[in-house]
């Protein structure tokens, strides 16, 4: 599996790794491969997966920071960032195979971002209880995030530091205008439907 990830690049995609390439970079015989994997593209659905853990891993650091530091858009975000330098080839695998050709690797990646979206919109939900601020549609709003930061994280990959500085600051305005104007979205319900039963 490591062998295939150090594979992938900005220029390389897993569609291009062969099996031969694979198995000479891990130092196995081609024969030996399938010892491992029945094929290369189960071989990248567990990528798939290891880059799903990863990603939920962030979510609970993320957490536990925001419960010592309070700023849970700073912090979420500063978290990804550490992310992103620490599985670039996670994050370039997901990436590009989410829009591939295989529709194995579309269905597992999907999953995947579906379960972090889910996670984080519980996250919303429970955080906008607590502040009494409760956002209408946590799902969206999860959604709508994750997007951007999916976004924005591909154009971190190449960046220099002073660029990947400037992404950042760029996504944590940008997750606080989604979120505020979910606020006021919510807050913009609440009085038409008084006015409604008024």
Not at 143 to 157: K, R, S
């Amino acid at each position: 599996m490591d062998a295939a990830l150090s594979q992938l690049s900005a220029d390389r995609g897993f569609a291009n790794l062969s099996l031969r390439e694979v198995a000479r970079e891990a130092g196995i015989a081609p024969t030996s491969f399938y010892r491992h994997f029945n094929e290369l593209d189960e071989l990248g659905l567990a990528l798939v997966d290891e880059a799903g853990v990863a990603l939920r891993q962030l979510m609970r650091q993320a957490r536990k920071r925001i419960e010592k530091n309070g700023s849970a858009v700073s912090t979420s975000i500063d978290t990804f960032m550490e992310y992103l330098a620490s599985n670039t080839n996670h994050f370039r695998l997901l990436l590009r195979e989410r829009t591939g050709l295989s529709k194995q690797f579309r269905t597992a990646i999907k999953a995947e971002i579906d379960h972090f979206s889910a996670e984080l919109s519980e996250d919303l939900r429970r955080a906008g209880e607590l502040k009494n601020r409760p956002l209408d549609d946590p799902q969206l709003v999860a959604d709508t995030m994750v997007t951007v930061i999916f976004n924005q994280g591909a154009e971190a990959l190449d960046s220099t530091p002073k660029e990947k500085q400037e992404l950042k600051e760029r996504l944590k305005k940008e997750l606080r205008i989604i979120l505020r104007g979910a606020e006021l979205i919510t807050a913009e319900n609440r009085n038409n439907q008084r006015e409604e039963n008024a």
